[in-house]
């Protein structure tokens, strides 16, 4: 059974750095693409990062490019979203994903979700 939840959201203040985990089971990471898409109150879900079968390969939404880094450890069945300089407009539940096809920033080309982790930038 694939089952995927998040964890680390927190409250920060701008300019913070926070650290969000996605633990994995069911599958194998290395056989699918993992990304990360968050939605904020009153918007609709939005493309973060996503990470290649390979895990050598990585795309990111224009407006985390350069703060964001997703990752992944195989032997833990994680998946990582490292947040950099974090800014107010970041402030949203952030959900791990898995999909097949690479370079999919929709969020039906993803089929299986974690319930989300809140994530909070004060200024």
């Known amino acids: 059974q694939v089952r995927l939840v998040e964890s680390g959201g927190k409250l920060v203040q701008s300019g913070d750095s926070l650290r969000l985990s996605c633990a994995t089971s069911?599958?194998?990471?290395?056989?699918?693409?993992e990304a990360w898409f968050r939605q904020a109150p009153g918007k609709e879900r939005e493309f973060v990062a996503a990470m290649s079968w390979t895990g050598l390969d990585t795309v990111y939404a224009e407006a985390v490019k350069g703060r964001f880094t997703i990752s992944r450890d195989n032997a833990k069945n994680t998946v990582y979203l490292q947040m950099n300089n974090l800014k107010p407009e970041d402030t949203a539940v952030y959900f791990c994903?898995?999909?097949?096809?690479?370079?999919?920033?929709?969020?039906?080309?993803?089929?299986?979700w974690g319930p989300g982790t809140q994530v909070t930038v004060s200024s």
């Open positions: 994903a898995i999909g097949s096809r690479w370079t999919d920033t929709t969020v039906g080309g993803y089929g299986s």
């Open positions: 069911g599958f194998r990471l290395s056989s699918y693409v």
